[in-house]
Nanobody
Framework: QVQLVESGGGSVQAGGSLRLSCVAS????????MGWFRQAPGKEREGVAV????????YYADSVKGRFTISQDNNKNTLYLQMNSLKPEDSAMYYC?????????????????WGQGTQVTVSS
């Protein structure tokens, strides 16, 4: 089992920055990838960024490329999402996820473990 706890959300004006954190505990060695997802009211959940935990390879949704950076600190078992140049359309509940199965990671269909989420609100 893996437990994920997000933090770092908040309210910010457009153009501002936030850094989300996700602390993982439990059998974290089993995670093949971790990622950040978001869901705005009335919209489907969408993938934001994924990182392969061993190789460190990172992948981003087109909507956040060049603005968001996913990273990990294995010593602290923590996943980060640095969000710069935030836009109102980035407002959503952001979730951290982990998966041990490569096909799920390849398809951004992580569903082994999920955190409770942290709210990000960007005002214009």
């Amino acid at each position: 089992q893996v437990q994920l706890v997000e933090s770092g959300g908040g309210s910010v004006q457009a153009g501002g920055s936030l850094r989300l954190s996700c602390v993982a505990s439990g059998n974290t060695y089993s995670n093949y990838c971790m990622g950040w997802f978001r869901q705005a009211p009335g919209k489907e959940r969408e993938g934001v960024a994924v990182i392969y935990t061993v190789r460190g390879s990172t992948y981003y949704a087109d909507s956040v490329k060049g603005r968001f950076t996913i990273s990990q600190d294995n010593n602290k078992n923590t996943l980060y999402l640095q969000m710069n140049s935030l836009k109102p359309e980035d407002s959503a509940m952001y979730y951290c996820a982990a998966d041990s199965r490569p096909p799920n990671c390849w398809n951004w269909a992580l569903d082994n473990y999920w955190g409770q989420g942290t709210q990000v609100t960007v005002s214009s």
